[in-house]
């Protein structure tokens, strides 16, 4: 990223609560990422089937539909479409092994926990990007 708006990395942060819409959009402005937000996971597939992203954000409780299958269905139609896996970080307020366990086997690339600070969730993203999205 250098700074450049067709040059910044595009995020789609999917979550249901509009604070964290501003939390997120706060760290990744400065930091010169490209923001796009959904409100619910079916929204998010959407949005990730219409544009491309280069890492995605995913709740893993949500209305409508949570995380886990929203991250499967997006998984899915990469491979349906022959696509690259794009880098998916989970993310909740709950640090239960059993949901980091249930998001990776969804076909996330990593799990953080909410909140989250600045730094740590600039450099999960980083890397993410960096590493790519094979699960």
Known sequence: MNGEDDDAASILLVDDSISIHAL????LAPAGYALEVAGNGMIGFEKFRQQRFDLVLMDMR???????GATRLIRDWERQQGKRA??????????KKEDQEASLAAGCTG???????????LKAIAEAIAAGGTP
């Not at 794009?86 to 640090?95: D, E, H, N, R």
């Not at 799990?111 to 969730?121: G, I, N, Q, T």
């Open 111 to 121: 799990y953080l926990v909410k909140p989250m600070h600045r730094d740590a969730l």
């Open 86 to 95: 794009v880098p998916i970080l989970a993310f909740t307020t709950i640090s």
């Open 62 to 68: 949500m209305p409508v539909l949570d995380g886990i």
């Open 24 to 27: 997120i959009r706060s760290y």
